[in-house]
């Protein structure tokens, strides 16, 4: 543990930032099952509000700074691929 006051709440500050990145990580990665889930299962009204859900806390991520935005692009594009080829066999 650190001895100086300041490294302390430094400390503190990137114990709460980690616990906070840890829980979108989280929720990024069950909206993205879900898309997955409804185009798997050839639900296609579900996969499609689950897809933009899923792309839209893909941007916040990014814009927050927990990914990196070509990360997010790769994942938003991957998704896509996914849904579209679902959409295109139902």
């Known amino acids: 543990m650190a001895n100086i006051k300041s490294q302390k709440k430094r400390n503190i500050q990137n114990e709460?930032?980690?616990?906070?990145?840890?829980?979108?990580?989280s929720a990024l990665k069950t909206s993205t099952k879900r898309v997955h889930a409804a185009a798997s299962a050839g639900d296609a009204d579900e996969a499609t509000t689950a897809q933009l859900e899923a792309a839209r806390a893909l941007d916040k991520a990014a814009s927050r700074g927990i990914l990196h935005k070509k990360t997010a692009?790769?994942?938003?594009?991957?998704?896509?691929?996914?849904f579209n080829k679902a959409s295109a066999a139902a």
């Open 16 to 25: 709460k930032r980690h616990q906070r990145n840890v829980a979108t990580k």
């Open 73 to 82: 692009a790769r994942r938003k594009s991957r998704l896509m691929a996914k």
